[in-house]
């Protein structure tokens, strides 16, 4: 069991994989997507206080070379679920499971809200993980809705259980070559059914019928992820210390809310790691 789990691959996330390493407390640090991906494409960056005119690019290298330098791994696994185990909580990641005593949220903001009916059947025909759901929809009929391409293996995947397999792309110049894939470039607005998922609904009005959906994307709505996580206005909520509502559970970066801004991401990293070991201290005291 880890003393920490630490979720997300950003700037909060490579600062609280920092200092978990400095306070020398055992950690686990998952992400979906390589560190500091959406910090690359940033053209110029000019409030980073020591590193003035830096581009995403460049600070995304440094971010990268300052774990890699300090013997820290990131896991490329998403994350599908944290639950509270009492006393400490299970981590979901693909078809791995992970303890750990507490957990530091750095998901970053969804770049799209979720599609009507998505979190309603989750669970109940809509999955988020093809290698841990996808064996139950074996000679069945299936949607993929992909978020990036760096998910066409598991569409791969997918496609070699399932009967018919309808591939709905949220990116340009997919290169899916299973022959029951049928590529589909329109965008899902609605999932519906009865006790499971039924249908997918599409903006132009038309709709196909499925025994299951997998949408895949880099990471999941924090309200979807942790079950009774406090949020306000889509953001999680958080007081002064990185705290959730769930003791033992911490957040940072810009899932907390604006600015977001890489320096108030990096500076809430580091609180929400010293929250969360003084919260394994006082429990330790107990």
């Given amino acids: 069991m880890y003393d920490i789990a630490i979720i997300g691959g950003g700037p909060a996330g490579v600062s609280a994989a920092i200092n978990a390493k400095i306070l020398n407390k055992s950690f686990i640090w998952l992400s979906g ?19 003035p005119d830096i581009t995403g690019e460049q600070l995304a290298w440094t971010l990268k070379h300052h774990t890699e330098s300090m013997g820290i791994e990131l896991s490329k696994e998403v994350v599908t679920g944290v639950y509270d185990t009492g006393g400490k909580f299970s981590i979901l990641a693909g078809n791995k499971e992970y303890e750990a005593k507490t957990v530091i949220l750095c998901l ?28 139950l929809y074996k000679d069945k009929n ?11 293996r598991e569409i791969e995947y997918l496609c070699g259980l399932a009967h018919t397999c309808t591939v709905v792309p949220m990116y340009k110049d997919i290169d899916v070559s299973a ?15 009865d006790m499971r998922v039924r249908h997918v609904f599409f903006k132009d009005g038309s709709s196909i019928d499925v025994d299951g959906v997998f949408i895949l994307k880099g990471a999941i709505p924090p309200s979807t992820l942790v079950h009774g996580l406090k949020t306000e206005g889509g953001h999680i ?25 890489y320096v108030k991401a990096v500076g809430e990293g580091n609180v929400a790691v010293h929250s969360a070991v003084e919260y394994l201290s006082a429990a330790n005291s107990e």
């Fill in 33 to 51: 997507e390589a560190t500091s991906k959406k910090v690359g494409r940033a053209e110029l960056i000019k409030n980073y206080p020591g590193l």
């Fill in 108 to 135: 970053g903001v969804q770049a799209t809200k979720p599609v009507e009916g998505e979190e309603e059947f989750l669970g109940r025909g809509i999955s988020y993980c093809a290698t841990c759901d996808g064996m």
């Fill in 142 to 152: 299936i949607a993929v809705v992909c978020m990036d391409k760096s998910f066409e």
């Fill in 179 to 193: 022959q029951n894939a049928k590529i589909v470039l329109k965008a899902p607005v609605k999932y519906s059914g």
């Fill in 237 to 261: 909520a958080v007081n002064r210390a990185c705290e959730t509502n769930i003791a033992g559970i911490f957040a940072a970066g810009d899932c907390t809310g604006r600015p977001y801004q």
